[in-house]
Nanobody
């Protein structure tokens, strides 16, 4: 069984910074990508940053230039450095992993973390 555990959320003032960490527990044979999503109150969950095993990263326009995603695929961990936070960044942040179990390779499965709350408020 694979579980994703997020940490690093909390409350911060506008202009502040936070770093989120996601660690995958369990045995994943092959990780294709590790991403961060968020769901703000009243909104759907949306992709904000993605990191593939080849090193490709993409960002939502709303966070480009302020957030940085990085991954250590050997350790099965992904990080999200969030700078210049604004109240609109308030949301539950979710980690996502797409990868293969050994016996199912190359078919992939999707895994989600339970989320960590980030609140930006003065």
């Amino acid at each position: 069984q694979v579980q994703l555990v997020e940490s690093g959320g909390g409350e911060v003032q506008p202009g502040g910074s936070l770093t989120l960490t996601c660690a995958a527990n369990g045995t994943i044979f092959d990780v294709r990508s590790m991403d961060w999503y968020r769901r703000a109150p009243g909104n759907q969950r949306t992709l904000i940053a993605s990191c593939t095993v080849s090193g490709t990263t993409i960002y939502a326009d709303s966070v480009k230039g302020r957030f940085t995603i990085s991954g250590d695929f050997a350790k099965r961990e992904v990080y999200l450095q969030m700078n210049s936070l604004i109240p609109e960044d308030t949301a539950v942040y979710y980690c996502f992993l797409r990868g293969s179990l050994y016996r199912e390779y190359p078919n992939t499965r999707d895994y989600w973390g339970r989320g960590t709350q980030v609140t930006v408020s003065s």
